[in-house]
């Protein structure tokens, strides 16, 4: 186990009376108070640890449940084609890829998973599978072709064969390798790849969503759809029944305007944008900065290659802002490297930012204890005086970053007077999560650093 593992066990907060509050500050070890209050995390199996492995992987679970990780997005498991050796370009649903060991060595490893309390949902890849795949010789009639009968590359990747939705044995075929991974494994849901495709049809998801939701009535299988639902594009897939989609145009936006800004308009208004748009679409929403396509695909961007300096304040908007917040592997720790997900690069746990480390473990146990915080609470701009600072409310939680590069004293309109609990401290955080008792009102000025942030909990 390396340094950083040992590190995080060791570093568990004993639960803190913070002044005079009601409220407790407790970071590592919590649990949400709601569905609406959970965090998810997406692993690469064979990144994730140095062996690859998920009985490497099962030994770092531990870690994770301390961290305040609920749900366990696992990036595909199948075995691979050769072309291009992505995880994306599947030989067989029903199988794992033998570097990272046996189905049976999956199942260990969602049942402690399980006793820790955390879900786990498999990445499933519909849209297309590995030109290697047997079914392109065994079953052609699975594959849409072209008009002179060739099977179809699509978006012109090279490495995958186009599956057909119009051929019942295909739909018969991929429905039960649904069910087989719920059945053998007792996984929770599924990650849907490439859910904006137009060669699925939306009755197929209408179909085997609420056929596997009933299935499990006890424990009823989780989908999130990869795409945007709010895009007029995408706009048919609301009817489909996934729980959560990806909130993909916020994070484009964000990704690639505030790298640099110091606008706090600006950034409001993006907000205002996704919000009105969220509001339209009838499933839950998964917020992110980054993701395994972010960190690597375009030639690869770190959160310091996104967001610069803004990141620890984007990252504060993440956790507090609106919907479930999702980290990517090594995340947590600052994002210190691109990782080829096609060669299964590991990640360098041992490049630990302690700023970032520490401000999203106490950013997991606020969103963990704060009712107010669950996923689709109401959301309040509170004006400034600053126009590079944002401040926000939901119920009792308030939030303020500063996005300029220098330092300021701020006050925030609109700001209940009485005593609160700061949970969040930038000047402070590098060294130890910590709560401190304070009294704020709007007449009185908020000190944050140059690209600072606070977070405060009302008494």
Partial sequence: MNK??????????LLTACGQSTQSFEVDGTQPVSDENRVIYQMNVGAFTAEGTFQAAQQGLDRLDTLGVDILWLMPIYPRGATMHSPYASMNFRDVNPDYGTVADLKAFVSRAHELGMKVWLDWVPNHVAVENPWVTSHPEYFTKDDKGQMI??????DVYELNYQCEGLV??????LKFWV??????????????SPTIPVSYWQNIIAELKSKSSKRPVEFLSETDITNSENIRIDSCGFDYDYAWDFQGTLAWKFKNSTSADSLKAICERFLAASAKVKNRRMVYLTNHDQNYNDGGHTLKDFY???RYALTVLDFTFYGMPL???GQEIGDPDTLNYFTDAKVKWDRVDRKMLNTVRTLIALHHQQPSLAAAAAVEFLPTNNASVLAWRRGNVVAVVNLAETDVKVLVDGLDEGDYDQWLNSQTIAIAPACKAVSLASSEPIALEAKGY????KQ
């Fill in 4 to 13: 950083y593992y040992i590190s995080l066990l060791t570093l568990v907060l």
């Fill in 153 to 158: 590359h699509p978006h012109g990747w090279g």
């Fill in 172 to 177: 018969n075929e991929m429905n039960e390798a």
């Fill in 183 to 196: 059945d053998s494994c007792d996984v929770d849901g599924f990650r849907c790849d490439y859910v904006s």
């Fill in 308 to 310: 610069g300096d803004n």
């Fill in 327 to 329: 980290i990517y592997q």
């Fill in 454 to 457: 606070a977070v405060y909990v």
